[in-house]
């Protein structure tokens, strides 16, 4: 009698373990294709194919079931790069980075769960502050920030090595847990051999050149290098306003056209494109929600006007932000450069807000209302750069890496600069993370700059 006691206990165990292994199976694939906020116990129970009630035997709530499998996404991201580095030391520096990022880019491409989680959630720390997991994050880049300063020069800052691993792992973030964004903007395929091939290339293009000063750091070389923030240009028109003229002077129907789009505005900065409702956007703006289809037939026009708008404001910036570049040092060119940009981002942070928000969900949707507006911004960019520097001896390819190295590093201290200010113990609303993000931009972009402009400089001289 004992016997079968002790039996039907096992087996009610060993079920009871199946059951909850199931539930984070599914699970992890919700909250991989879906932000925290958005995704339900039922579409986890849907996804898993039992019923929603089951799900809060085990777990007796959303939090903390998001806690259970951020958890397992976490160790499971360690466990794989605990072997990213193994032999690396041994080899010359060219081939200790390639090697690494070959090992990495296969493994988080092979293994995206835990990217793409984190992708569909960095938009959201807005509103949730405190993401069940987020607090993982501190113990994984301290776990990180160890394994890479072992082959570095002892005199290497601590600070450079900090952002030169932020800024790594902010290219795979995107790249693996937003990868139809990404190579669509690029026109490759996001499961295409040659994507993968892409992201490794970019890397290696734009982190070389500052690993090489880490490796090579000198006594002295241990005091973080900064860059003065110069004064704000003046004049740029303001995003928060999406119309050139005073509102009071235009006609009835387009004040109540702008106000539409303002609320859009705010909605879209606030929700990725497939959660948002014309009902929502009613009710940030104070109207009655069938007014906007008067104005805007389905939410994709709307949608689509709001892109519009968006790019009208931001592509001659691309343009603007070279200004008269060309005759300056290297140095003194890219320090204008990221005041310019950086100025206009903090000011006008909904056009990036909006952004972040969409480019994990393009999966989800067959298209998103003016997507290509975007490939047109990064295209504007690299021909604004071309002509800014004078460079000729740079392919196509090497600027198109460069312009992705700067939008990157815009999109997420800009557009989700909560993220990065966590990690990294900033507070996004002091001067202190504006300095911050500057020398960011310089400390990752600026030796790559150096060496596609110095064999032109030489042969000059």
């Keep these: 009698m004992a016997k079968k006691v002790q039996k039907k206990k096992v087996a009610s165990y060993t079920k009871g373990k199946a059951t909850r292994s199931k539930i984070i199976a599914a699970a992890r694939r919700v909250f991989a294709s879906r932000p925290y906020t958005s995704a339900s116990i039922r579409a986890i129970a849907k996804e898993g194919g039992f019923n929603h009630p089951l799900i809060h035997h085990y777990f007796p709530s959303k939090a903390d079931l998001f806690m259970t499998v951020s958890k397992e996404l ?8 605990s072997t990213w580095m193994e032999g690396v030391w041994d080899m010359g520096m060219d081939e200790s980075l390639r090697t690494s990022v070959e090992r990495i880019v296969e493994d988080v491409f092979d293994h995206p769960d835990a990217l793409r989680t984190v992708m569909q959630n960095m938009a959201h720390g807005l509103k949730v502050a405190d993401l069940p997991g987020l607090d993982f994050f501190p113990e994984f880049w301290a776990g990180i920030q160890e394994v890479f300063r072992n082959g570095l020069s002892p005199y290497a800052c601590r600070r450079d090595i900090a952002m030169w691993i932020l800024g790594f792992h902010m290219v795979i973030f995107n790249c693996v847990g937003a990868p139809h964004y990404h190579a669509k903007v690029l026109g490759m395929s996001p499961k295409s051999p040659e994507y993968r091939q892409w992201v490794k290339d970019a890397l290696m ?12 750091s000198q006594p002295g070389d241990e005091q973080p290098m900064t860059w003065p923030l110069n004064p704000p240009r003046q004049g740029s028109r303001a995003y928060g306003s999406l119309h050139a003229q005073p509102i009071e002077s235009l006609k009835k129907g387009e004040q109540t056209r702008i106000k539409i789009l303002e609320a859009a505005r705010k909605v879209f900065t606030a929700h990725p494109y497939n959660t948002a409702s014309i009902r929502m956007i009613g009710k940030e703006g104070g109207f009655d929600f069938t007014l906007i289809h008067h104005y805007f037939p389905s939410k994709a026009e709307l949608f689509e006007a709001l892109a519009a708008q968006t ?4 592509l001659p910036q691309a343009y603007v932000w070279m200004e008269d570049l060309a005759p300056l040092k290297v140095e003194d060119g890219l320090s204008i450069f990221a005041d310019r940009a950086m100025d206009y981002c903090f000011r006008n942070p909904a056009a990036l807000h909006g952004l972040m928000q969409n480019i994990a969900q393009l999966d989800q949707l067959e298209e998103i209302p003016g997507f290509e507006r975007f490939a047109q911004l990064n295209l ?22 460069f312009s992705f190295g700067v939008y990157l590093i815009l999109y997420n201290c800009l557009g989700v600069s909560h993220f990065p200010t966590q990690i990294m113990g900033q507070n996004m609303e002091d001067q202190e993370y504006r300095q911050w993000v500057k020398d960011f931009m310089m400390i990752i972009l600026l030796p790559v700059l150096e060496r596609m402009i110095k064999p032109r400089a030489q042969k000059a001289s």
């Design 74 to 81: 976490y160790d499971e991201y360690m466990e794989l790069s």
């Design 380 to 401: 504007a960019t690299q021909e604004a750069f071309r002509e800014s520097t004078g460079i000729r001896r740079a392919t196509d390819k090497e600027i198109q890496m």
């Design 311 to 314: 790019m009208e404001d931001l």
């Design 205 to 216: 293009f734009l982190f070389y050149p500052s690993l090489k000063k880490l490796v090579f």
